[in-house]
Nanobody, 115 residues
Framework: QVYLVESGGGLVQAGGSLRLSCAAS????????MGWYRQAPGKQRDLVAR???????NYADSVKGRFAISKDNAENTVYLQMNNLKPEDTAVYYC?????????WGQGTQVTVSS
């Protein structure tokens, strides 16, 4: 069992920044593909960013150039730096761990961007 605990969400004005953290236990993120997803009320959960290693990164088109995903294998933690936030970024953000058949989600952290 892998446990993922997100933190760093909150309320921020448009144009501001937040840094989300996802601390993993019970599994090494160094061997996994780690992702951040988000879900706004009434909408499906969508991929925001995903990282396997420094040469394997994916971003949703809506966040390219504003968000950056990274991971610290020593700390077993994944980060999402979010800059120039927009009201449409408002959602619950979830951390995701996948390795082979193993697939885990965190409980989510709320990000609210006011206009």
């Amino acid at each position: 069992q892998v446990y993922l605990v997100e933190s760093g969400g909150g309320l921020v004005q448009a144009g501001g920044s937040l840094r989300l953290s996802c601390a993993a236990s019970g599994g090494r993120i160094s061997i996994a593909t780690m992702g951040w997803y988000r879900q706004a009320p009434g909408k499906q959960r969508d991929l925001v960013a995903r990282i396997r290693d420094r040469d394997s990164l994916n971003y949703a088109d809506s966040v390219k150039g504003r968000f950056a995903i990274s991971k610290d294998n020593a700390e077993n933690t994944v980060y999402l730096q979010m800059n120039n936030l927009k009201p449409e970024d408002t959602a619950v953000y979830y951390c995701h761990y996948v390795f082979g058949e193993y697939d885990y989600w965190g409980q989510g952290t709320q990000v609210t961007v006011s206009s």
